[in-house]
């Protein structure tokens, strides 16, 4: 047979015959059909396998680079950490590339405990080791759970966590930065503990947990009203606001009115509704959420992926030559 020959006809794929297979059902009766006939019959896929997969690749958009994100709330118990592991967990089992959560709380933060304990190392451990050039030291110091999230845990003496400074997390983020495409940082309760001028500085996307409740509101404001006036305007309009609802029942105020409240300031807010399973305060497992808290954290994940075209953002507080590689 001779050589194809730039310039010849090539035939399509209706002329060779081939047969375009229909995507296979995978919620509902579509799918009760398509098992029960064999895979005879195959209805499609429903609109929500469409908007599912829609999703899926909107999550995917490229990144380059490593992107950082802050994670903070200004009240405890609001599930700040929670939010965390499960946009973590959904970044992590949907994508390619390596995603980990990293606890900066100077109070005995709670992080290590949503996911696995595959070693007892923390921040502490990665700032004193000396011989991470590849990653799979650095795998030392991680556990990773069922989704590919990796969590590195915060120091479990309260004195010594307290003293987690600025440089300490530069050290532990340019590290980082190294191995990994997606970071997310889960901070303390304070805009003013030793550690956040460089979280804030750092952060390529900020995104604060609020409680669907009135003082929630307040606080959250005050929040961005501190941000814009110490320098971080920049993030403050590109922010997310994440509605975490921690208690089961109707919510306590119209959340029309309270969403209102934060949209002319940021980019977006977004919910997340009560789920059982991350109410348990254990490992979070992605397969046992309900379906419209997977729905939720894949939407945020989504709304997120959005800045991922941008690149990474340089805070204008550290020009690019002063960052470590």
């Not at 390529?204 to 003082?215: G, K, S, Y």
């Amino acid at each position: 047979m001779s050589e194809w020959q730039p310039g010849e006809y090539l035939p399509t794929n209706d002329e060779l015959g081939l047969i375009r297979q229909r995507p296979v059902p995978r919620h509902g009766w579509r799918k009760l059909i398509h098992r029960a006939s064999g895979g005879v019959v195959n209805p499609g896929e429903s609109e929500r396998d469409l908007v599912e997969k829609s999703l899926v690749e909107r999550i995917n958009q490229p990144v380059h680079g490593a992107y950082s994100m802050a994670v903070l709330s200004m009240k405890g118990g609001v599930g700040k950490t929670t939010v965390t592991v499960g946009l973590g967990s959904t970044f992590a089992a949907l994508r390619g590339d390596r995603v980990i959560a990293l606890d900066a709380n100077p109070d005995f933060g709670t992080l290590a405990q949503r996911g696995p304990i595959e070693t007892r190392s923390t921040v502490r451990d990665l700032l004193l080791d000396n011989n991470i050039s590849r990653y799979s030291d650095i795998r030392r110091h991680t556990s990773q759970g069922s989704s590919r999230l990796e969590i590195l845990a915060s120091e479990r003496d309260p004195a010594v966590s307290e003293s987690f400074s600025e440089a300490d997390y530069r050290v532990a983020l340019y590290t980082l930065q190294r191995f990994y495409n997606i970071i997310l940082t889960d901070c303390g309760t304070g805009l003013v503990h030793s550690a956040m001028s460089g979280i804030l500085d750092e952060a390529d996307a900020l995104i604060i947990v609020a409680a669907p409740a009135a003082d929630a509101a307040r606080s959250g404001l005050a929040t961005l009203d501190w941000l814009k006036h110490h320098g971080y305007s920049h993030l403050v309009s590109d922010a997310i606001i994440v509605i975490s609802s921690a208690r089961a029942g109707p919510v306590p105020v119209d959340m029309d009115k309270f969403t209102s409240n934060f949209r002319s300031h940021v980019r977006a807010v977004h919910c997340i509704p009560f789920d059982r399973h991350l109410a348990e305060g254990g490992e979070v497992l992605l397969e046992m959420l309900n379906r419209k808290t997977r729905h939720a954290f894949m939407e945020l994940a989504a709304i997120i992926t959005e800045g991922f075209g941008h690149g990474p953002r340089h805070s204008p507080r550290r020009p690019h030559s002063d960052r470590l590689r």
